[in-house]
């Protein structure tokens, strides 16, 4: 794309300094005349963004530092800023004109209101910001050198597609813009900035004078969500014009993509995303990067990036708050797993939650007057951690409100964007016993299987995400197998969903294990290791210390498994004695995380 845009621009404005700035590696050009600048050396806290941002919010972040970067040259009058995506058919004289006029030029996204209910419409302008700043022009002046500093400090932390908290990345920040400058140049003409949002209504030509709108010749043309390998459709963002065959616009559509594959599409699509997995090659989740941006708001320091220490940071098990331990509930918890767990699931109310309390004052303070709270904090936080085993609870006890709670719980505290999705991954991380996710979610799908393994789980990730409408719309074979390779190759990851976790039709499918083989290196979803093979003794301790040798050791305040010297153990799924070596008080939410562990063992003993 910017390749294409670039040469574009050569044409159209070729005394203007071209600049193309990179968020996740270097990109060289054909051209040595397009100066690529690294977005590291020009945006503070950029490591931590890399980790806290997905891509679209991380190359939106960046802008105003690229901005002002570019503002601080000397000589240098203006900064003109295009998405990638667009391309430049002829001068841009009005952009000039409107630089005179105002020190901030934009184009508003609508001139007329879109009639309705296809998509786009009215409401989505109004949700995603009342200008497209894939096009946005400034004067190098001291008011706007003041916008772009408000502008960027803004960013460090709210470019974030969070419509409920009426963010859009940073776009819908300079819906304030027209008060902070003394003026604004709103370009209204259909030739800037034409595209999906605004086409409607509005004939494309061409002819001796080349490409025309209305009658006036197209200044350049925003090909957002458009996908070169798919000509016919305008954009994988809208339903509401169809591309009509041999058309003017078919024509156009036609032309730009044949420029982006000579442009070298179809190898720049096969990189992956720099800033998508962590060192060891684990998948960076929205929760992750949930809780990469709370401790960057908070100013903690999780290791300045995608890092081994941050890796480190993010996978080490949380410290249980465990301190003025109450009395437990009375019961077999010195006898034989077995035996404890039977009677744990046939008591009711379940003693397990009862010991908990007693032993965490911080679930005894958050959740005195909200049971409903700490079930559904037990069976996500807690469950994941290896603290709690959600099988003790009955099902009667996680009815739909509470998973809901888990997810968000589990995902930060944030607002999951697909609430069934987020909890079928949780389900298959934390252990739920089965029934507590939608079961259609594992059904077929009429029409999208045909031989292939498509369960309402993947058409539920697919309607979720605009993108995907565009790079697999679903209408062959082909896309519907290209769409399972993505989802094997790391979109399932993206949304916490092991494949392990998958019903057994689809895990078995030899679609899906073709599928499998053709996919490099698919991430894997963290969860905790599986209980194997024996041990004759394990200790439980509050903090690691020295144990005799051939013993294992379950350091309860981190929930880990290490030798007697202390290296990282997997859990023993037999052991024939168990010895509390905690408080008393403790033994009980101890015995607990083993049974969620899957330990079993024949006797236990303080």
Known sequence: ?????????????????????????????????????????????????????????????????????????????????????????????????????????????????????????????????????????????????????????????????????????????????????????????????????????????????????????????????????????????????????????????????????????????????????????????????????????????????????????????KQAHRSEALEPPPGPWLGPSDQLRSWLKATSPSPAIEALLGARRDLRDRFAADPAGLRAWLVGPEALAGRFDPQLLASEDLGPAVIARAVGYAWGETRPGDLPVAAYGLAGRAGWPQGLTDPALERPVRGHTRGLPFPRLFLQIWEGRGDLHRLFPLTGRGEQIAFLRWLIGGGLAEVGVDPRDLPRSTRHHPIFGLAQLSVRQAPRVLRRPQAVGTCQTLRVMETWSAAPAGTLVFDASSTRFLTANGAPARPPARVGQVIFQTEPNLAPADAIALLAHGVTWREARR
């Open 1 to 317: 794309q910017a390749a294409t845009l670039m040469a574009s621009l050569a044409t159209a404005e070729p005394t203007s300094a071209q600049v193309v700035i990179a968020t996740d590696g270097p990109i060289t050009f054909a051209d040595a005349g397009i100066r690529v600048v690294d977005a590291g050396t020009l945006t503070p806290d950029f490591g931590a963004m890399c980790a806290y941002y997905d891509a679209l919010e991380l190359n939106t972040a960046v802008k105003p530092h690229a901005f002002r970067a570019l503002m601080g040259q000397e000589g240098v009058g203006s900064v003109t800023y295009l998405d990638p995506d667009i391309f430049v058919y002829r001068p841009l004289d009005e952009v000039r004109a409107g630089l005179v006029q105002a020190p901030l030029v934009l184009t508003p996204h609508l001139t007329r209101p879109l009639r309705g209910s296809a998509n786009p419409n009215d409401h989505v302008i109004l949700t995603s910001g009342a200008y497209n700043l894939g096009f946005m022009a400034v004067r190098a002046e001291p008011q706007t050198l003041a916008l772009i500093d408000w502008w960027g400090e803004k960013l460090r932390f709210d470019c974030r597609v969070d419509f409920a908290q009426g963010l859009f990345t940073d776009q819908k920040w300079m819906d304030l813009a027209p008060g902070l400058v003394s003026d604004v140049a709103l370009l209204r003409s259909p030739t800037l900035n034409l595209a999906y949002w605004n086409l409607e209504g509005r004939e494309v030509t061409t002819g001796p004078q080349g490409w025309q709108v209305e009658g006036q010749g197209l200044a350049f043309f925003h090909f957002s969500g458009f996908d070169p390998s798919r000509p016919d459709l305008l954009s994988k963002h809208q339903d509401r014009i169809k591309v009509v065959p041999r058309s003017p616009l078919a024509e156009l559509l036609a032309e730009y993509g044949a420029a982006m594959l000579r442009n070298g599409h179809a190898q720049s699509k096969s990189i992956a995303y720099g800033h998508q997995t962590l060192p060891s090659g684990q998948p960076v989740l929205p929760e992750h990067r949930s809780r990469f941006l709370a401790a960057a708001r908070a100013g903690e320091d999780f290791g300045g990036g995608l890092t081994k220490a941050a890796e480190a940071w993010l996978n080490a098990p």
